[in-house]
């Protein structure tokens, strides 16, 4: 067997040039310099799988984990509780293998798995068809606007800068290029001003865009001004909205929300540094054929028993190709399986306990950081985040890290502070009395 040689120069330079570079270097240009390695990679002499086990788990120890720590950061990835049954259920072969269910008669147990997320997120939601979930939160975003620019035929989205930063660069991304016209909104006070964006909405109007709660974890307080200026002009309303607050919340469907998009981490998903995570998306009877990705149906076979079957299938993947408004043609299904798995578990009234400890908690911590001399940044109903401004936020979540907590999502004066059902009153007092030492 011939040893492996590296392509030579020749070949590189002729790669290098077909892609308009000057140099290798370039390749890695988005990366920030002091995140470069700038050396030859030193992995040491190989281990047996004793010793590496060892080592792996020595660095492993140095995070600091959310099951060691308390963590009050948010801004939309949450350390909400995942019960053990969700990791049973998705450690089985026949789920953490499966891949496409496109062959139903060997499928009906991830085809029926997806279908009861599709279900339940309806619910959830109050609206009339979800499909079988997106890649994450922005992503869902993403293709809720496509979707309204092709339904409308209009290429303008107007969306309120209130909204998570991350799904508004994932929207600038898929619009690129594509003729689309983004107009961002300015957030007053820590909604989005209502008055700018009901002047925006006009013919050309394919959509209006607002996440309920926001990125702040606050309640926009004119959504229903907001829906009847857009549906006066037939565009679309796309709402954002955190699957848990729902416990509690009004669904987008009673807002007259036509998408109703997410990231549903929350339900059953841990944190995994950043994903995979689930986007979902579900949208009124009006746009079904319209709906991105997968669709899982109910119906009889042959003997008239119950049966599942990917449904409405001539889309991207299919027969559409060249008419196509998205490129999604797979689905989180683990992660959706962990949100049915989820949503079963902790029943209606789990999750309405679950977001009402969560706002209750959120409630104590305000009067708690209040009382200690820290105000809140805006004034606005919350859910479970909220702002709270200080001088220096970068350094007061140092001095939270060293006694052991993870502080809040640093904002340009003030910190983002998320308070789900696994926090507690004591942590809460510890943290507001760490802040108030390190700060006072």
Same mark, same amino acid.
């Given at each position: 067997?011939?040893?492996?040689?590296? /392509?030579?120069?020749?070949?590189? @330079?002729?790669?290098?040039?077909?892609?308009?570079?000057?140099?290798?270097? @370039?390749?890695?240009?988005?990366?920030?310099?002091?995140?470069?390695?700038?050396?030859?990679?030193?992995?040491?002499?190989?281990?047996?799988?004793?010793?590496?086990?060892?080592?792996?788990?020595?660095?492993?120890?140095?995070?600091?984990?959310?099951?060691?720590?308390?963590?009050?950061?948010?801004?939309?990835?949450?350390?909400?509780?995942?019960?053990?049954?969700?990791?049973?259920?998705?450690?089985?072969?026949?789920?953490?293998?499966?891949?496409?269910?496109?062959?139903?008669?060997?499928?009906?147990?991830?085809?029926?798995?997806?279908?009861?997320?599709?279900?339940?997120? *309806?619910?959830?939601?109050?609206?009339?068809?979800?499909?079988?979930?997106?890649?994450?939160?922005?992503?869902?975003?993403?293709?809720? *606007?496509?979707?309204?620019?092709?339904?409308?035929?209009?290429?303008?989205?107007?969306?309120?800068?209130?909204? /998570?930063?991350?799904?508004?660069?994932?929207?600038?991304?898929?619009?690129?290029? !594509?003729?689309? #016209?983004?107009?961002?909104?300015?957030?007053?006070?820590?909604?989005?001003?209502?008055?700018?964006?009901?002047?925006?909405? #006009?013919?050309?109007?394919?959509?209006?865009?607002?996440?309920?709660?926001?990125?702040?974890?606050?309640?926009?307080?004119?959504?229903?001004?907001?829906?009847?200026?857009?549906?006066?002009?037939?565009?679309?309303?796309?709402?954002?909205?955190?699957?848990?607050?729902?416990?509690?919340?009004?669904?987008?469907? #009673?807002?007259?929300?036509?998408?109703?998009?997410?990231?549903?981490?929350?339900?059953?998903?841990?944190?995994?540094?950043?994903?995979?995570?689930?986007?979902?998306?579900?949208? /009124?009877?009006?746009?079904?054929?319209?709906?991105?990705?997968?669709?899982?149906?109910?119906?009889?076979?042959?003997?008239?028993?119950?049966?599942?079957?990917?449904?409405?299938?001539?889309?991207? @993947?299919?027969?559409?190709?060249? !008419?196509?408004?998205?490129?999604?043609?797979?689905?989180?299904?683990?992660?959706?399986?962990?949100?049915?798995?989820?949503?079963?578990?902790?029943?209606?009234?789990?999750?309405?306990?679950?977001?009402?400890?969560?706002?209750?908690?959120?409630?104590?911590?305000?009067?708690?950081?209040?009382?200690?001399?820290?105000?809140?940044?805006?004034?606005?109903?919350?859910?479970?985040?909220?702002?709270? @401004?200080?001088? #220096?936020?970068?350094?007061?979540?140092?001095?939270?890290?060293?006694?052991?907590?993870?502080?809040?999502?640093?904002?340009?004066?003030?910190?983002?502070?998320?308070?789900?059902?696994?926090?507690?009153?004591?942590?809460?007092?510890?943290?507001?009395?760490?802040?108030?030492?390190?700060?006072?």
């Amino acid at each position: 067997m011939m040893a492996y040689t590296p /392509n030579p120069p020749r070949v590189v @330079q002729e790669m290098l040039e077909a892609m308009g570079l000057g140099d290798i270097d @370039q390749l890695f240009i988005d990366i920030p310099g002091e995140l470069q390695l700038d050396r030859e990679l030193d992995l040491g002499e190989s281990l047996s799988e004793l010793e590496l086990r060892k080592k792996m788990s020595e660095l492993a120890g140095r995070n600091m984990t959310t099951g060691e720590y308390p963590c009050f950061l948010g801004a939309g990835a949450y350390d909400h509780y995942v019960p053990a049954v969700v990791e049973h259920v998705l450690s089985r072969s026949e789920f953490v293998t499966a891949y496409t269910p496109y062959q139903a008669e060997l499928s009906q147990g991830v085809l029926q798995s997806i279908f009861e997320y599709q279900s339940m997120i *309806c619910t959830l939601t109050g609206m009339d068809v979800c499909n079988a979930s997106m890649f994450d939160g922005g992503s869902s975003v993403a293709e809720a *606007c496509s979707l309204a620019v092709d339904a409308t035929r209009r290429k303008k989205v107007v969306i309120a800068s209130t909204i /998570n930063p991350r799904y508004l660069e994932v929207l600038h991304t898929y619009t690129h290029g !594509k003729g689309i #016209d983004v107009v961002v909104i300015p957030g007053c006070d820590g909604a989005v001003d209502a008055d700018e964006m009901v002047k925006q909405i #006009d013919k050309d109007t394919a959509a209006v865009v607002i996440q309920y709660p926001n990125f702040y974890g606050l309640l926009e307080p004119e959504i229903e001004r907001i829906e009847t200026a857009v549906h006066g002009v037939k565009g679309l309303l796309i709402m954002a909205v955190d699957p848990i607050s729902l416990g509690i919340l009004k669904p987008p469907a #009673d807002w007259g929300a036509d998408i109703a998009v997410g990231e549903g981490q929350a339900l059953g998903n841990p944190l995994s540094f950043g994903g995979p995570y689930l986007g979902f998306f579900a949208v /009124n009877k009006k746009l079904m054929r319209r709906v991105p990705g997968r669709l899982v149906g109910q119906t009889k076979d042959l003997e008239g028993k119950r049966a599942f079957v990917l449904t409405l299938q001539a889309r991207e @993947q299919h027969i559409r190709r060249e !008419k196509a408004s998205s490129n999604i043609c797979s689905n989180e299904a683990l992660c959706a399986l962990a949100a049915a798995v989820y949503l079963s578990i902790v029943g209606p009234g789990g999750l309405r306990a679950i977001a009402t400890r969560c706002h209750e908690l959120a409630c104590y911590a305000r009067d708690r950081l209040q009382e200690a001399g820290f105000p809140l940044k805006y004034q606005l109903p919350f859910f479970k985040e909220f702002p709270v @401004q200080l001088a #220096d936020p970068a350094a007061a979540n140092r001095a939270l890290l060293k006694q052991g907590i993870i502080g809040g999502y640093e904002l340009d004066d003030a910190l983002l502070f998320a308070f789900t059902e696994k926090r507690t009153k004591k942590e809460i007092d510890k943290m507001v009395d760490l802040l108030k030492g390190v700060l006072a």
